[in-house]
């Protein structure tokens, strides 16, 4: 199944897009959302569009799933480079350890219900 069609994925796509269009369009921060919103959402959908590249390059292996390492992997990546090394060198980032906490919850969402090969089959039928 495409990760494009899984409502899992679809939901936090449709939230980060109607966040990030609201804050830049219409100027709308709301404070709480505008800290945390797309730092929960980041990792399912940019592991789901991943996910869905990797399907597209191996289109034999359409059940392809991460494994638990290249999602730790890719969870870690975000945490380094958003809260560890873009602080350092631009004020326009800060470095949060809440926002880490919200990675690990976007992933665990991921995990779960993206990424998951019973679920996979399960929405194929």
Same mark, same amino acid.
């Not at 830049?24 to 800290?35: D, V």
């Not at 191996?58 to 292996?61: A, V």
């Not at 993206?114 to 996979?120: A, F, G, P, S």
């Given at each position: 199944m495409s990760v494009f069609k899984n409502p899992f994925f679809i939901l936090p796509g449709i939230l980060f897009w109607c966040n990030q269009y609201l804050e830049?369009? &219409?100027?709308?921060?709301? !404070?709480? #959302?505008?800290?945390y919103w797309d730092d929960l959402l980041a990792i399912p959908v #940019?592991?789901?569009i991943t996910l *869905? $590249?990797?399907r597209w390059i *191996? !289109?034999?292996?359409a059940?392809? #799933?991460f494994t638990k390492m290249q999602i730790l992997v890719g969870v870690a990546y975000f945490g380094f480079i958003f809260e560890g090394l873009l602080p350092l060198f631009s004020a326009t980032y800060t470095s949060d350890p809440w926002d880490l906490l919200c990675y690990f919850l976007g992933t665990f969402w991921f995990y779960f219900f993206? &990424? &998951?090969? *019973?679920? $996979?089959a399960n929405f194929e039928k």
């Open positions: 830049r369009i &219409n100027g709308l921060f709301i !404070p709480f #959302i505008h800290s #940019i592991l789901g *869905q $590249v990797f *191996q !289109p034999g292996k059940g392809f #799933i993206i &990424n &998951n090969e *019973q679920k $996979v």
